[in-house]
Antibody
Framework: QVQLVQSGSELKKPGASVKISCKAS????????MHWVRQAPGQGLEWVAW????????TYAQGFTGRFVFSSDTSVSTTYLQINSLKAEDTAIYYC?????????????WGQGTMVTVSS | DIQMTQSPSTLSASVGDRVTITCRAS??????LAWYQQKPGKAPKLLIY???TLESGVPSRFSGSGSGTEFTLTIGSLQPDDFATYYC????????FGQGTKVEIK
């Protein structure tokens, strides 16, 4: 069946880096874009970035440029989100979600989420 | 950037109630509006897209309406499984979520 399986929880110190993954299965990976969405504890959903899985070209939301790096490896149907120079405010659940390349551009399948905790 | 504003933030209701959630966009988004349901500890689930089209498998008690800047999500007869947080999302220009509406048991 169609699914996105994310890597496990991470506990990092401020200033460190983390790289989380999202592995797709059950569909043709390059037929869909991949997105990341962040949810801070007790808060709402915030769109982070998307990547064209055909070209590997990422686009970031405002506020997520510089420290966030979104990459893709079509050979293993997996996308990665790396966050550098971690801050306490990066503590959140990060979800990956797939989106078609044509309307409606909605998030129809989601990963289970990866909890990233930044604490000294 | 397009801002999405939901109301109310919290809604207390009983099983069987008809429930309506409103979502307003800061500028016109045509009908490029989706609704998601999120339960505690779970990923969001797509309910409705193009303002009023039900995603496959979603119960018919859910309905959506609106276009331009004002949209509504209606649950015709609230069921125990529907107590959750609901988010609207625009996809007309990048992607933006509303702040969420928690539907809780009265």
């Amino acid at each position: 069946q169609v699914q996105l399986v994310q890597s496990g929880s991470e506990l990092k110190k401020p200033g460190a880096s983390v790289k989380i993954s999202c592995k797709a299965s059950g569909y043709t990976f390059t037929n869909y874009a991949m997105h990341w969405v962040r949810q801070a504890p007790g808060q709402g959903l915030e769109w982070v970035a998307w990547i064209n899985t055909n070209t590997g070209n990422p686009t970031y939301a405002q506020g997520f440029t510089g420290r966030f790096v979104f990459s893709s490896d079509t050979s293993v149907s997996t996308t990665y989100l790396q966050i550098n120079s971690l801050k306490a405010e990066d503590t959140a659940i990060y979800y990956c979600a797939r989106v078609r390349y044509f309307d409606p551009l909605v998030f129809d399948i989601w990963g289970q989420g990866t909890m990233v905790t930044v604490s000294s | 950037d397009i801002q999405m504003t939901q109301s109310p933030s919290t809604l207390s209701a009983s099983v069987g109630d008809r429930v309506t959630i409103t979502c307003r966009a800061s500028q016109s988004i045509s009908s490029r509006l989706a609704w998601y349901q999120q339960k505690p500890g779970k990923a969001p689930k797509l309910l409705i897209y193009k303002a009023s089209t039900l995603e496959s498998g979603v119960p018919s008690r859910f309905s959506g309406s609106g276009s331009g800047t004002e949209f509504t999500l209606t649950i015709g007869s609230l069921q125990p499984d529907d107590f959750a947080t609901y988010y609207c999302q625009q996809y007309n220009s990048y992607w933006t979520f509303g702040q969420g509406t928690k539907v809780e048991i009265k």
